[in-house]
């Protein structure tokens, strides 16, 4: 446990001390902030109208069920900050393993009590600590949901349920791309791709038989984290996100034997 | 998995002496078509300082690998006091300090934090670890850059760093990858002298393609060409009044 607490430390002081971490924060935060006030306004303009068509003032069961704080604001606001997760976390995990290669300082932390394992675990647990800080910059929009739209606490706990599960899966398939390349811009263009076809592999099922269209649709992200944006806990996407770390993370570890064999 | 041996273990340790510190026996090692190890043979007694000697791609650094465990061998056996890299890695990597070439170091670490570091994955921790810092440092004179990054030092000093963090947990067998390579004659001598200290104090393995590092640092030397050893001897012996030529060509000769 000494080795793996010197190492996480010094993941925490590697990842928290680069000017990148702090740049995919921002990202984050400007890109969420950008679309839920860009949201914000249509719903007042969607508002607008429908106080101005009852003329007299403002009769609310004139509004439409669809017409919501939730669905118009909050739920696009979700689904933007899965996609943007995409598109960063890729950044914040290419380090992991390809710098450590590329300097060749992995065989020397392999000299030490530290074992395959021990690594895969520290470094998948620090960069995910690092896309929940990301995620955490979310947090106050949901909280105003609840404050303003009605959303139960219910509700929330399945939105951050499928945020917590999306983050786990990006942050371990990025650090497998990142343990099988010394090239730290391979490993993230890698990363993006993969993400990125999972996130909507639905699109291709036009193009080919029911049967690999059901295949293709069972293993896109999309459908299965709006579901949990939508507030509905499947045990069975539950499942589906914790495959894809498993999965990655064992292919992760499975590198180093890799690399034994073929030097 | 293989666990991580408890520093108590560690304690536990052969001490330089008496016995077998590294065997190989025909060991060989492929990359492909490349032959890079080719039934390589070989006693390293405790207590020893050895020195691989040999060109570029002679496969030394093979050879390292496969002593760290890095590598598995494609066939034949090596064991490093009595246990297999290739099976029990983390057993043997209790019983090593390893010093790679130079740059390989984390140049964004300050010297003592990147010290603390080592230390601790090394399974030290609290007093023993301060303890063990704070005596790296000093043997290895680096107080005066102790709070400097690592990747603002000269190479001289980096290389320092390098013994200092393999010497944090006094490990019996102590491996050296070119140790002096690409430094200037006076950081290679500094370097060559802090070698020389630990002559004795466990067993030292050392490749380098430097015959005068090698007369100067070894109790035996190994003349690795083309994956083979081609001669084997103390240094008097092999290297006395011989010139780096000759002496290659003399083994090769004999080897062919």
Known sequence: ?263 | MNGAVASADVDALPLPGRGIAIEAHTLTRRFGERLALDALTLRIERGASFALLGANGAGKTTFIRLVTGALLPTSGSLTVDGISPALRPAEVHARIGFVMETSRLYPEMRVRGFLRFMGGARGLAGAALVRAVDAALARFQLEPVASRLVGNLSKGYQQRVSLAQAFLDDPPLLIVDEPTGGLDPVQRREVQALLRGLRGKCTLLLCTHDLEEARTLATRVGVLHAGRLVAEGEPSELLGGADELALFRASVERAT
């Open chain 1, 1 to 263: 446990m000494t080795a793996l607490r010197a190492l996480v430390r010094k993941e925490l002081a590697s990842l928290f001390g680069t000017p990148t971490a702090y740049l995919a924060l921002t990202m984050v935060a400007l890109v969420t902030a950008l679309i839920f006030f860009d949201h914000l306004r249509l719903y007042n303009q969607i508002l607008f109208v429908y106080a101005s068509a009852t003329m007299g003032g403002f009769a609310t069961d004139s509004i439409p069920d669809y017409v919501n704080l939730w669905d118009s604001v909050f739920f696009p606001v979700m689904e933007t900050l899965g996609l943007t997760l995409i598109g960063v976390v890729p950044l914040v995990t290419m380090r992991a393993f390809a710098e450590e290669r590329a300097r060749g300082t992995d065989e020397l932390i392999l000299t030490t009590h530290l074992t395959p394992g021990q690594i895969v675990l520290a470094k998948f647990g620090v960069a995910y600590l690092f896309v929940a800080s990301m995620m955490a910059v979310s947090f106050l929009y949901p909280v105003m949901a609840i404050e303003q739209g009605g959303l139960g606490l219910e509700h929330l706990s399945a939105v951050y349920l499928g945020l917590v599960l999306h983050g786990i899966g990006l942050a371990s398939i990025g650090l497998v791309c990142s343990a099988f390349t010394s090239s730290q811009l391979v490993a993230a263009i890698s990363a993006w791709a993969i993400a990125f076809l999972l996130w909507d592999l639905s699109w291709a099922s036009s193009f080919v038989g029911e049967r690999v269209a059901e295949i293709l649709d069972a293993l896109s992200i999309q459908p299965r984290y709006s579901s949990f944006a939508g507030g509905v806990v499947s045990l069975a996407n539950v499942i589906y996100f914790a495959g894809i770390a498993l999965v990655s993370l064992a292919a992760a570890r499975f590198s180093f034997d890799l690399r034994r064999v073929s030097g």
